[in-house]
């Protein structure tokens, strides 16, 4: 199973961008996805998750302006963001967690996308 982000880059304060993540492979069932970001010197923290039911969470930090969301027939998650903040300036990684037709759980992560958020 492959994932392959794309939509990020460089933005002014205030702006917009939307992510994508499109996994390709061997793939019985997708369950859960999300995205994760790394700043710089910091660890990778949890931005939001959308589990297959549909529930959502977000960091508290990005609630409000960030909305996750999938279309399963494309196996492909997204990630709106608006309000863009310098704080917000990080590569972003997608997870998926794919259930095999056997039953087994694995996760997998993408290479990340850098979104720069400038002031």
């Known amino acids: 199973v492959q994932l392959v982000e794309s939509g990020g880059g460089l933005v002014q304060a205030g702006g917009s961008l939307t992510l994508s993540c499109v996994a390709s492979g061997t793939i019985f069932r997708i369950n859960a996805m999300g995205w994760s970001r790394q700043a710089p010197g910091k660890q990778r923290e949890l931005v939001a998750g959308?589990?297959?039911?549909?529930?959502?969470n977000y960091a508290d930090s990005v609630k409000g302006r960030f909305t996750i969301s999938r279309d399963n027939a494309e196996n492909t998650v997204y990630l709106q963001m608006n309000n863009l903040k310098p704080e917000d300036t990080a590569v972003y990684y997608c997870n998926v967690e794919v259930v095999s037709r056997a039953g087994l759980r694995v996760n997998y992560w993408g290479r990340g996308t850098q979104v720069t958020v400038s002031s």
């Open positions: 959308l589990a297959s039911a549909g529930g959502t």
